[in-house]
Each structure stands twice: as structure tokens, then as C-alpha cells.
């Protein structure tokens, strides 16, 4: 039942259902969380048995090759089995023996983001994040229009789908050098360090899009949950469009998104969102009875105005 | 290894008999009607075959001819934006253009000083540098080989899209070497750096021969 391995998996084409699968949070350090993936993967391992809390570069969930002829087979090899590998590889070493060792992938982004001050695990770690997003992102015969909640949300937060798209593609194409652009689910909340919007609602979480540079993701800010990316390092898509950064934009929402992986990982974030709400009306509610007593001091006419829970 | 390529005797011994201003003096310029310079695509002094096997033909062509001419034609356009920006004295304008700036036109001097960085073998490129440049190498780093060394441990360590530099620090009379993100020029490192010799370490520059060796 320990199918443990801390080397990659030897194959690397093969079709996995997990394409269509939520994708899950990436807490590739968790033993049992490991061997639930790869029950599903049906991969064979080394035999040699080892528990280690280190990082595994998943492959994309298809084959190298069938994102071809938009995202040929060599750019996959490299961009997966060179830059995604050398990510990895990089960042295991890095947090050998140190009190990273023990986090999930997310988690080490974030602590190592360090509020703009990267620590040097920062780039590997959120650069083999990105990746792994990337490659759940796509999908072989993808493209086409999002449905359901979705659709109605970017309809919503856009205008239509076409301004998204235009929205999404701008940001791409202006991105200065390396980076990233992100469709992102964003909470109500204000950016202003522990203000909280007393009029919440359902209606003020929306969809936005973002671009960053070199490594960052939308997963260092708070309340931002990233839905879906594109890479616009150069070696993304060098040897397949060289300098053409618009065309290779315009295939890859034309061709290759994964709409699916984008709307299951926007349910996943409603979740944790609702999940979020809830703790903090609990600890609300828990903190409530000391507040409000009455003051003995104050006359009023019924006891019930005071310290009523709404 | 990248460095012992890319040095040339002749540009740099003329920088260093005090030509204060950058190597990009040489950038053509035409004038636009209404007196503002635009800024043309210098020639390269050698084909763009003529450096293999060290870099290739077709890299050389798609830099200068797409990304370098890309970088030219965007920053003409953003300075005939900010003139009138600043004609109709639009700040906020003024301010936003300034991103565009700096990044179309330190591709275009960054690159230029590039094209004369680099020369064929059978004129002088690739041969070890003598003279003053070799004698302060020596002093300021120790060796040719230490410089090599320092140059690509910083490249190699540059994180997404930049530029490598050996530079003058003209106040403290030093060579240093210092990197610096997407196309921001040697200048925004220090006010008293000159640019002797700069490597671009963008993915362009050496993907389609190196992938990401």
C-alpha cells in the first residue's frame, strides 16, 4: 500500500483522467495525500521504498505530445522536463534540513514571498507552483467558451466574454519580460492591512484579471484566488512562435484552456470562501456574550434591545 | 565562456580613453517633422551568420530585426505620446508613459551597445582583452578567468528577463559587475556606471540555440 517514491515518475507520456478532475491543493509533502494521487494515476514505481517530505514534478495531465500541432511535443519537453524539472529539483535542494522541508508547496510560496522580500526559495518554489497551474490550465481539444456559474460570473464581472478575453490577452501581451497572467477570484474584502467591508456580499467578490512578473502569483496576496494562467516567459513560447507572444496568446485561448479545470477550481474557491466566512461569524459569535451585557447603569425598557443577537 | 566570445579590443579601449557617453552615440536618428528624433534600426557592422558557431544566424536575425526593431518602433511611439502629453501638460499621463520609456528605450540602447559588443572571431571577437582593460580586470577581479566566472554566475542566477553588465564605476574608478531586470539600463544601477560590456540574458537571446542550458 506504501507506494512512496521521491524520484519522479520514470514515465513521462501517459494520459491520466485527472484532466477533469478537481485539481487538488498541492500538498505534495502529506504522505497518505501522496499515495491518493497516485492510486488514481496508476503508476508504477521504483521499488525502493522511502518516505521523504521533498517535492515531485508531476507530469502534465497528458501526454507530452498532445497538445501538438499548437504546443508542440519539444516545447513540452523543455518547458516541462527542463524548466519545470530544474524548479524542482532546485527547490528540494534548497529546503534540505530547513523548516521549510515541511510545508505544502502553497504554503512554502507564501512564507518565502515574505512580503516582497523573496527568500531564496521564493522563485523555485512559486515557479514550480505556476507550472504545475499551468499545465492543469490546458487541456488537449480545450478552448472554446466557459458555461454555468462561470460564465454568468465573467459575464457579470466583465461585460461579456469577448471584454474578458480582451481583458485577459492585453494583460498578457503588456506584461514587461517574465511573468504571468491570471484570471483570479478576488474577496470582498479591502486591501488595507485588517479593515474589514461591513457590507459584504456576494456581489462584491468578482473575477479579475492580473498580470505579475518573473515568479510572483496571485497567491501572495491575500484574498486573491487564482483560476487560471498563462506563461509568458519567453521560453513558453519561443520555439513554437517565437516572437509572436499575441498570436501564441490568441491559440492558447482559442485551443488549448481547460474551461473545466477553470470552473472546478472557481467551485474550490467559493468553498474556502464560505469555509473562511464561517469561522469568522463563529468566532464572532463566540466573542459576542462578553460585549453584551447589559450595563447595569443604562434603564431601557426591555432587556431584549441589548446584546439581542441579530 | 559566454564573456571570452563577446569582447572586442577596438569599442571598448575607446570607452576607456574616456569617451564619457554610452557606445550608443552611433544610433541613427532621423528627424520627425516636428523636430522630435526617430529613432531608426542601427546596421550590424557584420552579417548575422558571421558569429557562428557561437551564436547562430537565425537568432541573430529574429533579435535585431524583430525584437530590437520592436523595442525602436515602440519607443518612437511612446515619445511622440509623452511630447504630447506633456504639450497638453497631462500628468498623469506624462507619469504613465514613463513605464514604456524605459522599457522600449532601454531595449533599444541595451541592444545597440549589444550589436557592438560582439564581433567575429576572425576580427577580434572572442580573443582575451589587453592592454588597460586587461590590467584593470586583473586588479579588479583577479584574472580574466575570475571575471568569466563572476559574469556567468550572475547571469545564471538572474531570475526571468535582464541584462548582464561589466561596468566603469566612473566615481570610484572601479569595474564592477551588476545585473540588471528586463530592459532597465545599466544607469538605473548607479548614476556613475558606465556600460562597458552587457550580455542579454532574456530567454530570446539564446533559446532557439541553447533551449535552457
Known amino acids: 500500500m506504501n507506494w512512496l517514491s521521491s524520484s519522479s515518475t520514470a514515465a513521462s507520456t501517459f494520459l491520466s483522467p485527472s484532466a477533469l478532475l478537481p485539481p487538488p491543493t498541492h500538498g505534495f509533502s502529506s504522505v497518505t495525500f501522496k499515495v491518493w494521487k497516485k492510486k488514481n494515476r496508476c503508476i508504477r514505481k521504483a521499488r525502493r521504498i522511502e518516505i521523504s517530505a521533498k517535492f515531485v514534478l508531476e507530469p502534465p495531465p497528458y501526454p507530452l505530445n498532445a497538445l501538438e500541432p499548437i504546443m508542440s511535443q519539444e516545447t513540452l519537453e523543455y518547458h516541462w522536463g527542463k524548466h519545470h524539472r530544474t524548479y524542482v529539483d532546485n527547490l528540494n ?6 523548516d521549510l522541508e515541511e510545508k505544502s508547496l502553497e ?8 512580503k516582497g522580500d523573496f527568500l531564496p526559495a521564493f522563485n523555485n518554489a512559486a515557479q ?12 488537449p481539444g480545450g478552448g472554446g467558451k466557459p458555461s454555468g456559474d462561470l460564465l454568468k460570473l ?20 503588456t506584461q514587461f519580460g517574465s511573468g504571468w497572467a491570471w484570471l483570479a477570484y ?10 474589514v467591508n461591513p457590507l459584504s456580499s456576494d456581489e462584491d467578490k468578482k473575477l ?13 496576496w491575500n484574498y486573491y484566488h487564482p483560476l487560471l494562467t498563462i506563461d509568458v516567459w ?11 507572444r499575441p498570436d501564441y496568446i490568441s491559440v492558447f485561448m482559442d485551443k488549448l484552456v481547460s474551461w473545466d479545470a477553470v470552473s472546478s477550481r472557481l467551485e474550490q474557491a467559493k468553498a474556502r470562501m464560505m469555509e473562511r466566512e464561517k469561522e469568522a461569524e463563529r468566532k464572532k459569535r463566540e466573542e459576542k456574550p462578553r460585549s453584551s451585557e447589559p450595563n447595569p447603569e443604562i434603564y431601557s425598557d426591555s432587556d431584549a434591545e441589548l446584546g439581542a443577537d441579530e | 565562456m559566454a564573456a571570452r566570445a563577446l569582447l572586442t579590443r577596438k569599442t571598448l579601449a575607446s570607452v576607456l580613453r574616456n569617451d564619457a557617453k554610452p557606445l550608443g552615440v552611433g544610433i541613427a536618428a532621423a528627424t520627425h517633422s516636428r523636430g522630435l528624433h526617430v529613432y531608426t534600426l542601427p546596421d550590424l557592422d557584420y552579417d548575422y551568420g558571421a558569429l557562428e558557431p557561437a551564436i547562430n544566424g537565425e537568432i541573430m536575425q529574429l533579435h535585431h530585426q524583430k525584437h530590437h526593431q520592436t523595442y525602436i518602433t515602440n519607443y518612437n511611439k511612446a515619445l511622440e505620446q509623452l511630447q504630447d502629453a506633456v504639450a497638453k501638460a497631462d500628468s498623469p499621463a506624462s507619469v504613465k508613459l514613463q513605464a514604456a520609456i524605459k522599457f522600449n528605450g532601454g531595449g533599444h540602447i541595451n541592444h545597440s551597445i549589444f550589436w557592438k559588443n560582439l564581433a567575429p572571431v576572425r576580427e577580434g571577437g572572442g580573443e582575451p582583452p589587453k592592454g588597460s582593460l586587461g590590467w584593470a580586470i586583473d586588479t579588479h577581479f583577479g584574472s580574466f578567468e575570475a571575471l568569466i566566472q563572476k559574469v556567468n554566475a550572475e547571469g545564471a542566477a538572474l531570475q526571468g528577463s535582464g541584462w548582464v553588465w561589466l561596468g566603469l564605476d566612473k566615481e570610484l574608478k572601479r569595474l564592477v559587475v551588476e545585473t540588471t531586470a528586463n530592459q532597465d539600463p545599466l544607469v538605473t544601477k548607479g548614476p556613475s556606471l558606465v556600460p562597458l560590456l552587457g550580455i542579454d540574458v532574456w530567454e530570446h537571446a539564446y533559446y532557439l540555440q541553447f533551449s535552457n542550458v
Open chain 1, 234 to 244: 519567453e521560453h513558453a513560447y519561443y520555439i513554437d512562435f517565437e516572437t509572436r
Open chain 1, 186 to 195: 478576488k474577496e470582498s474584502k479591502l486591501d488595507v492591512g485588517n479593515a
Open chain 1, 208 to 220: 479579475v484579471v492580473v498580470k505579475t512578473p518573473n515568479a510572483v502569483n496571485p497567491l501572495v
Open chain 1, 93 to 98: 535542494s534548497q529546503i534540505d534540513g530547513t
Open chain 1, 154 to 173: 465573467i459575464e457579470r464581472d466583465f461585460g461579456s466574454f469577448e471584454k474578458f478575453l480582451d481583458e485577459f490577452k492585453t494583460a498578457a501581451a
Open chain 1, 128 to 139: 514550480a507552483w505556476n507550472h504545475d497551474f499551468f499545465w492543469e490550465s490546458m487541456k
Open chain 1, 107 to 114: 504554503d512554502t510560496v507564501v512564507i518565502s514571498y515574505n
